[in-house]
């Protein structure tokens, strides 16, 4: 079993930044995946960022240029960088981990881009 806690949420003005944090209950050196994800209202769940192991790092072409995922295995934690957000990244963001084929899911935090 493996918990995710998102952090870092917040209202901020349009061309602003944020950085998400995603907290694992263990390490997630064993992760197969690890990604970002978004729900606006009225919208599909998508995917932000995420990387695989052993594959290259994908982003969504709306958040290329401005968002940029890392982890910190020594914290156990993965990060989004948000630069220059635009009204519509407001959306709730989460986490996701897939460890063998189990995925699991944060409880999300809320990004609201307004001025």
């Known amino acids: 079993q493996v918990q995710l806690v998102e952090s870092g949420g917040d209202l901020v003005q349009p061309g602003g930044s944020l950085r998400l944090s995603c907290a694992a209950s263990?390490?997630?050196?064993?992760?197969?995946?690890m990604g970002w994800y978004r729900q606006a209202p009225g919208k599909e769940r998508e995917l932000v960022a995420g990387f695989t192991r052993g594959f290259s790092t994908r982003y969504a072409d709306s958040v290329k240029g401005r968002f940029t995922i890392s982890t910190d295995h020594a914290k156990n934690t993965m990060y989004l960088q948000m630069n220059s957000l635009k009204p519509e990244d407001t959306a709730v963001y989460s986490c996701?981990?897939?460890?063998?084929?189990?995925?699991?899911w944060g409880q999300g935090t809320q990004v609201t881009v307004s001025s």
């Open positions: 996701n981990a897939v460890v063998l084929n189990n995925n699991y």
């Open positions: 263990r390490t997630i050196s064993s992760f197969n995946a």
